[in-house]
């Protein structure tokens, strides 16, 4: 059984940013982004930009376009994980972090991975625990049109999905 005050006392903050902070769990050393303040649908949280470009994505980049997969400035961003219940997306056209619901302090901002990926470098299996989870990961290429009208998606993402294969 698990003890949900000693998970809890696990997590140590790692260092604050602007609106955020990154939360270690001691445990399984999983990092995240966490907000410290309130966000509304719709908002935009901040701009990002690209620190480096690279040909190849990782486990790190966030994809703009062919061969073109981008390491993010701020860097704190990085930690933003995967949830097939997404709070946050990253448009990459506008090159803004938005609010996709209410996002209260504390709670982790999550982005959706195939929303801006569409073959991903590590593909995984996914335990966000939400009900929509899609269990395997692996980019946006490999999910049914009818899932994926459910997400929204970088334009990069949608120009790719409609280009006849
Ligand atoms: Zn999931």
Redesign the pocket.
């Known amino acids: 059984m698990i003890n949900i005050a000693a998970t809890n006392a696990s997590n140590r903050i790692v260092s604050k940013h602007d609106f955020a902070e990154i939360i270690e769990n001691t445990v399984t050393q999983q990092k995240s982004l966490h907000a410290t303040v309130h966000f509304n649908p719709g908002e935009i949280i901040c701009s990002f930009s690209a620190d480096q470009v690279f040909a190849e994505p990782n486990y790190l980049t966030i994809q703009t376009g062919i061969q073109q997969h981008i390491t993010l400035m701020p860097h704190f961003l990085q930690y933003t994980n995967h ?2 219940s997404p709070n946050v997306f990253f448009d990459t056209h506008s090159m803004e972090l938005i609010a996709l619901k209410d996002i209260e302090p504390n709670e982790e901002f999550t982005f959706f991975y195939p929303s801006t990926e569409l073959e991903m470098a590590q593909p995984f299996i ?1 335990f ?1 625990g ?1 009900k929509d ?3 395997n990961i692996k980019g946006a290429q490999h999910i049914p049109f009818d899932t994926l009208k459910n997400y929204r998606l970088t334009r990069f993402i949608e120009e790719q999905l409609q280009k006849p294969s």
């Open positions: 949830s097939c996914c966000c939400s989870c899609l269990q």
